[in-house]
């Protein structure tokens, strides 16, 4: 787990790494799904998790927004700090907490209410309630998920009656209403078609500048296209981080020369 | 071979088709009978009379034919009966759902069908022996038949249906919209009530409905504990007679069939028949068009 130095953006508010994870395990049960996992993500920069399925890399990006809380039965052990706070320490308000952290999902998961409430929902919760405010927000929001522009008239429909491609769009808008510094992204594009595929990835690029972006992907292509570094996992352990052009050009794990080279998994 | 096949393919058919057909003659059959008696009734009590007389009397000296009391009485109890059912019923619903761990709901929701399964002349007298005697401690003056006590205990029959059907359908919406809920902030209670809710509208909504028909033909509990006034009334401490009531009234009585007074119950009948199918249909177009749809 080499560490490279070009990485640290300089200035960050708190030290160098936006998210830092030291000697982290997590079992589902008695099963241990994630070991002795210790990792460090500058702010702005776009890191992917790949590997084959059930690697752990899921399971892994649930972690930073306390996600698996919502499964019975996880222990988790180590540190998971984000902005040098320790989020499974006691202290933490867990639902102040995710607001800092906005996730988009494998499938595009829109609630059945109508485009303007959907991004709106976020700040709602937070007991904004002045019209104009939301109004403001929630075409930003759009705006920036490349989605205004073909919504614009038609705030009030439901979001159900979107294309798959711009139901993803629109839970990236809603993520990024509440305004997070982190976005973490399980695999956004999965279930999307080749066009609306490239709109993700040109917005994942675009997110960069105001997000520290995780992204879980099966797509090895995409991990290449997006990220500026790459962590590869296999049976539940962190075989390699480094920049993205290393792991897919010269990586110094045999596992990961196997992965990529599309030997298994 | 092939032939004996499908032969006896044909044979099955044929009995799934006699099956369902027992279930639609049966409806043909009951909205007939009711029909022809209603009609021969409407032939001797016009039809304005029916519906706008303020009195319902076919068993006294001086008959008037109104309706209003027995659905005033009718929509009375149900009323009670949904005013306590639909907030307790879909409270329960959701904490077990998004509050109670999964081994609690185990034990509890099929504790909670049981009391589907208590006999309904079982609650009258609970009704009339228990409730109405605790509710004269608190309120002074209440009759000791009215509709106040009959309501609550119908209501706490129908606590079943709403919970056990609403909870079907917050389990039904998928698991994704709760992630995406808590991903945003979202505290347990926003999740539940901004999101999953919401979701289940269209399969609570018709749990409701159904609750509704169920207290808008219940019979026992009133006609042990209402008393059996027909009394054009929405004073819950008053007594009073539901449609329901009154058929058994009659039907368990000495009046001659095939007489006027006889074919009030079918006239009544059909009244309470028409309810209970638009609330059907009601529910039945519900479920078609708010269905939302999750793949």
Redesign the interface.
Known sequence: MVQKDSYITEGSPYGIYKLRVEGLNLYYGTKQALKDISIKIAPNTVTAFIGPSGCGKSTFLRCF?R?ND?I?NVTITGSVMVDDIDIYKNMIDV?????K???V?Q?P?????SIFENVA??L???GESSKSVLQGIVESALRQAALWEEVKDNLNKSA?TLSGGQQQRL?IA??IA?KPSVLLMDEPASSLDPISTAKIEELIYQLKDQFTIVIVTHNMQQAARVSDKTAFFYLGELIEFDKTDKIFTNPSKEATQNYITGRFG | MNRIRIRSEKVIEWIMILCSLVSVLTTIGIILVLSVDAFKFFKEVPFVDFLTDTQWTPLFEDKHFGIMPLLSGTLLTTTIAILLAVPVGITIAVFLNEYA??KFTSVVKPLLEVLAAVPTVVYGFFALQFVTPLLQKVIPGLAGFNALSPGIVMGIMIIPYITSLSEDALRAV?K????????????RF?TAF??IV??ANSGIVVSVILAISRALGETMIVAIAAGQQPRLTFNPLESVETITTYIVQVSMGDVPQDSLEYRTIFAAGITLFAFTFLLNNISFWMRKKYQ??Y?
Do not use: D, T, W
């Not at chain 2, 994704?176 to 505290?187: C, I, P, T």
């Open positions: 927004n996600m919502l019975e639902y102040q907490y995710r607001k952290i906005g996730m999902f499938k998961n829109p609630f059945p209410k929902f976020g709602r919760i937070n159900l839970c809603r993520a509440v | 761990s999964k998928p994704s919209l709760r992630e995406a809920a808590y991903g945003l902030g979202a505290n926003q901004k999101v919401p979701a939302h749809r793949e």
